[in-house]
């Protein structure tokens, strides 16, 4: 009963919104403002169809998702290592944290000039924007990980006669595993906004943030907002996803 209670307070303010939308965009009478749910419904309700004599909405949203996929596999595969030694040893955490501290603070989309110089316009630099959007979230959350894990714990290892290398492997590594999961969980959600604002840069011939700006240009606003809906949606499928994982491996985490 409280989980039906759940939902439908979830439900409550999309309903609303779309209630006031409907009734602002008749009011307005003008499309290319506010367009109709009677416009947007049709582009969502057939993601196959081509748009505008190219790719459908379904296509562009598997290039988007490709692209985000990979970004972030090569950002997970470069900052957990990192973070797991930076965290564990305070020599190589001298050496990196100031520059971390440096670029972290850098917009990913501030990257997309030296991206382009570097990678030419296209696959590489849109990758290269996912993954430096990705790589931060999880690497600082891979070091907050392993910082937790110092204190009692390494003791309770060092007491049972564990080796450096085996309290690493046997402790700190699974202790900070639930912060890593979150740091991933971040990061997805960033790659998205990241891959979404560069695919609408000059030069880049498919995608969702293409799609968007491509019918921007062509007065299509039902168009971008049925796209924003997908990227919405896919955002709050992978987020799901996430949480599920998070409860299914972590959930002894707050029975602590």
């Not at 009963?1 to 009011?27: C, D, N, Q, T, Y």
């Not at 998702?65 to 900052?79: D, K, P, S, T």
């Not at 000059?202 to 299509?220: C, K």
Request: glycine letters at 10%; one cysteine or more.
């Amino acid at each position: 009963m409280a989980h039906k209670h759940k939902i439908s307070r979830g439900l409550l303010l999309p309903v609303m919104i779309f209630i006031i939308w409907e009734i602002l965009s008749k009011s307005i009478g003008n499309s290319f403002i506010l367009p109709g749910w009677e416009l947007i419904i049709p582009v969502l309700i057939h993601p196959m169809e081509s748009l505008f004599g190219g790719a459908s909405l379904l296509e562009n949203a598997i290039v988007s998702l490709q692209r985000v996929i990979i970004g972030f596999l090569l950002a997970v595969m470069c900052a957990v290592p990192l973070g797991l030694l930076s965290g564990w040893s305070q020599k190589i955490d001298d050496y990196i944290n100031p520059l971390i501290q440096v670029l972290r603070p850098v917009p990913p989309i501030a990257w997309m000039p030296l991206a382009i110089a570097w990678f030419e316009i296209g696959f590489g630099s849109l990758i290269f924007i996912i993954f430096i959007g990705s790589f931060f979230p999880v690497l600082i959350s891979t070091i907050e990980g392993v910082h937790t894990i110092r204190g009692r714990w390494l003791e309770v290892a060092q007491t049972l006669g564990a080796t450096t290398g085996e309290t690493f492997l046997t402790v700190v590594i699974p202790g900070a595993l639930p912060f890593i999961w979150t740091g991933l969980r971040l990061a997805f959600g960033v790659s998205w906004m990241c891959l979404v604002a560069a695919e609408m840069l000059p030069g880049t011939s498919a995608g969702l943030g293409y799609l968007i700006m491509y019918a921007y240009n062509l007065g299509q606003i039902q168009v971008i907002v049925a796209g924003m809906i997908v990227i919405g949606t896919i955002g709050i499928i992978s987020d799901y996803i996430f949480k599920l994982g998070q409860l299914r491996f972590f959930g002894w985490q707050g029975k602590e």
